[in-house]
């Protein structure tokens, strides 16, 4: 499976912005995925996530109200919609597919790409 992000960039507080991941090899058994950010000298963490089946979705109470994640099951697509963005929202933001085969999950993560939002 690869994982390819693309819609960072640099913007001003409070613009927008939209991330798409792009899941393709064996996907087939993708159940679910994820962003991702890592800001410099910080630990990676959870922004939102997505079940691609039924849809549901969670999010990093940083996220909660800003940002809205969704996702193609068909396509295995995923996307995150960036609004109100802040300086703190500077990182570089991952996508992560869990793939389930039998009882086995297997992660994947793309690249990355950065967002840079400026005061």
């Known amino acids: 499976v690869q994982l390819v992000e693309s819609g960072g960039g640099l913007v001003q507080a409070g613009g927008s912005l939209r991330l798409s991941c792009a899941a393709s090899?064996?996907?087939?058994?993708?159940?679910?995925m994820a962003w991702y950010r890592q800001a410099p000298g910080k630990q990676r963490e959870l922004v939102a996530g997505?079940?691609?089946?039924?849809?549901?979705?969670n999010y990093a109470d940083s996220a909660k109200g800003r940002f809205t994640i969704s996702g193609d099951n068909a396509k295995k697509t995923m996307y995150l919609q960036m609004n109100s963005l802040k300086p703190e929202d500077t990182a570089v933001y991952y996508c992560?597919?869990?793939?389930?085969?039998?009882?086995?999950?297997?992660?994947?993560w793309g690249q990355g790409t950065q967002v840079t939002v400026s005061s």
């Open positions: 992560h597919a869990r793939r389930v085969i039998f009882t086995t999950t297997l992660p994947y």
């Open positions: 090899g064996s996907t087939s058994n993708i159940k679910s």
């Open positions: 997505i079940t691609l089946g039924d849809g549901s979705t």
